[in-house]
């Protein structure tokens, strides 16, 4: 199951060197510098990071779904051979619904009000698979009792309004899931939904991946929440990635201090004594002001004359192996050691 | 021991859509009731009166010019003897052909120029909202009477060069000059504020999630224009529909009463009423009874349009 243990591992999807401009009045300013990120076949990566880092807008722009005033400035996204970023429109459309399906953070404003939730189901599997109408019906019948749904073939008829949070999430996963795609994006899909109904979904996604052995890209701010989900976290901060690692790997050696600092700021419940939760100092940079060397400089306690003059690279921890982290610090003190 | 339901079916309400929900507001209100049974009796009358009239709308009966209200001519009859009742009714189906067929054209490229600006923006967006300002900016009877004053003369000697030439009966009729310039007219004034309410809808629609979403699913621009953004913005063009059926029908009449519409001996409600008030002191059924059927449809289709606002925006009410 985990991807480490295979050799040389299939990428699905490999992100390289992806920057995000956006414009503003005072002339562009960058929210995603020179990102590089994979997926390997069958894995599923986590994308972690605060709030305005970066992780949608960078899944976003792999579909080319970015609102006007922000646009991709350089970087290649090759997905299964070919690039997402150059690709025709036609074919860019083939991809999106068909080969990656998508799941967005809101489930009460994500489905169409006035549309029944069968047939929005049955919308790619007409448009991608040609499928005729009835065929398509029996298909979104059968994707809704995968996701959970129960007396799944009334639902079909079921407009969203009808629906809780929760089931409209599942049925956001259902449309997400409906041509057997190879890679799921879910873009914060349990941040709209209750604690008991996060842990229902994240236990869906995980069932479901290994029944359809799909690549799933899970973007989170919550490390708690997925750390029993994912293979591989990359955690972004002001756009960059600043740590990427397998998931046990990262929980048991958090590297960067950004890491450390989001993994310390998760409240346990022995911590209660302490009265008070602990959180990261400062604000991350607005994208039009960003430092000259690492980006959390600004905020890291253990900062050096070099971390504010150069930004370090994304190298792997030791020299080698799947541990890679973007800290001068951190690379130099497992030296030492 | 009570039995938890389980089943959807039990579990439910009863089963609700946005287009039920919305009628059941509708019918409540009596006044939008009202409305729609005036219309549906206008449209009943419209669709079928001229085969229950008791009189051809031209035949004359010159011996009784003029005549009061009666059981023979429940309305009377006119300066030439012609039944009035029977002409109101004719009148009613000019009306509904003209606001129909005015409000259908005027809504279809109001519909597709807007969504069109709003969902595209750019270019195209300042293009198509320069064209309705530019259009809103011409009064509109004025660029009325112009087109008919300067199209119909040369356009019916054309029609009566064709019938000389073809034989052909279709160009004989020239009432489909009077048609065919009413309704184009009509339609050219009326369609700027469809293209600017679906516009303003269709800008706040594009940017919700869902339309996102569907882009996602890889969906072309014209399923998500048709089946995303059309939809969800069609409430408030109902209410707006209704409205400009009834805003036709005046324009209509308004028209004809200049003499810029329908042409006589074709019934229309406004060319009675021009008719009548010449002599109303002397005889004032003869205006009367066009005005009063007229101001009952125009009645029938603010009280709809109000109803179906209530109905289908229940927030904004009361």
């Known amino acids: 199951m985990n991807a480490m243990t295979m050799s040389a591992p299939e990428r699905l999807l490999d992100v390289k060197g992806l920057s995000i401009e956006i414009d503003t009045r005072r002339g562009p300013a960058t929210i995603v510098d020179g990102i590089n990120l994979h997926v390997n076949k069958g894995e599923t990566l986590g994308i972690v990071g605060e709030s305005g880092c970066g992780k949608s807008l960078t899944m976003l722009s792999l579909m080319r779904l970015l ?56 919308e790619p599997l007409i448009y991608h698979k040609a499928m005729k109408r009835a065929d398509a019906r029996i298909r979104a019948t059968e994707l809704l009792r995968l996701v959970g749904i129960p007396s799944p073939a009334e639902r079909l008829d079921a407009f969203p309004h ?30 709209a939904l209750d ?36 293979d591989r976290v990359a955690v972004l901060y002001a756009g960059t990635v600043v740590e990427d690692a397998p998931v046990e790997e990262l929980f048991a050696n958090p590297s960067h201090p950004y890491t450390r600092g989001l993994l310390a700021s998760i409240p346990k419940l022995s911590d209660v004594a302490a009265n008070r939760l602990s959180s990261i100092g400062g604000t991350p940079p607005e994208p039009g002001r960003r430092p000259l060397g690492c980006p959390f400089a600004p905020r890291c306690q253990l900062a050096e004359d070099i971390c504010r003059q150069s930004v370090p690279p994304l190298e792997p921890l030791g020299g080698s192996g799947p541990h890679r982290v973007a800290c001068f610090v951190a690379q130099r003190q497992l030296e030492a050691a | 021991m009570a039995t938890i339901p389980m089943t959807p079916a039990e579990l439910d309400e009863p089963k609700t859509s946005l287009w039920r929900d919305a009628w059941y507001r509708l019918v409540r209100n009596k006044l939008a009731i009202f409305g729609l049974f005036v219309i549906i009796v206008l449209a009943f009358a419209a669709a079928f009166g001229p085969y229950l009239t008791p009189y051809d709308f031209l035949s004359q009966d010159l011996d009784a010019r003029n005549a009061a209200p009666s059981w023979a001519h429940l309305f009377g009859t006119d300066d030439l003897g012609r039944d009035v009742f029977s002409r109101v009714i004719y009148g009613t189906r000019t009306a509904f052909v003209v606001a129909i067929v005015v409000t259908a054209i005027a809504v279809t490229i109001g519909v597709a120029l807007g969504a069109m600006a709003g969902f595209f923006g750019g270019w ?89 979403a ?12 048709m089946r995303y953004v059309v939809p969800n913005a069609v409430g408030p063009l109902i209410v707006s529909v209704s409205a400009g059926l009834g805003t036709a029908m005046v324009l209509e009449s308004a028209f004809s009463f200049l003499g810029v ?33 007229l101001g009952l449809a125009t009645v029938g289709f603010s009280f709809l349009g109000d109803g179906l606002n209530d109905a289908l925006n229940p927030r904004g009410s009361k």
């Open chain 1, 67 to 122: 609102p006007n005033k922000i646009k991709v400035k350089s970087g290649t996204a090759n997905f299964a051979g070919r690039d997402l970023l150059t690709m025709s429109k036609s074919e860019l459309r083939k991809v999106r619904g068909g080969q990656v399906g998508f799941v967005f953070q809101d489930p009460m404003t994500s489905l169409n009000p006035v549309m029944r939730i069968g047939d929005q189901i049955c």
């Open chain 1, 162 to 191: 009808e629906l809780s949070g929760g089931m409209r999430q599942r049925v956001m996963i259902a449309i997400g899931l409906a041509c057997d795609p190879e890679l799921l994006i879910a873009d914060e899909p349990t941040t």
């Open chain 1, 195 to 230: 604690v008991t109904i996060q842990a229902q979904i994240v236990d869906l996604v995980k069932e479901l991946r290994v029944k359809l052995g799909m690549s799933v890209v899970w973007i989170t701010h919550d490390l708690a929440l997925i750390a029993g989900l994912v």
């Open chain 2, 124 to 212: 195209l967006d300042r293009i198509i909202m320069w064209l309705t300002d530019v259009t809103m900016s011409v009064p509109n009877l004025l660029l009325v009477v112009v087109i008919n004053a300067s199209l119909k003369a040369p356009l019916a000697a054309w029609m009566e060069a064709q019938y000389m030439a073809t034989l052909n009966p279709f160009f004989r009729e020239t009432i489909w000059v009077d048609f065919i310039l009413v309704f184009g007219s009509m339609a050219l004034i009326s369609w700027p504020p469809y293209a600017r309410l679906v516009r303003a809808q269709v800008l706040s629609i594009r940017s919700r999630p869902y339309i996102t």
């Open chain 2, 214 to 225: 569907a882009r996602a699913l890889g969906l072309t621009t014209r399923i998500i224009l």
């Open chain 2, 261 to 293: 519409g329908v042409n006589p001996p074709t019934p229309s409600w406004g060319n009675m009423i021009s008719d009548g008030l010449r002599v109303w002191q002397h005889y004032p059924h003869l205006l009367a009874a066009p005005a009063a059927v």
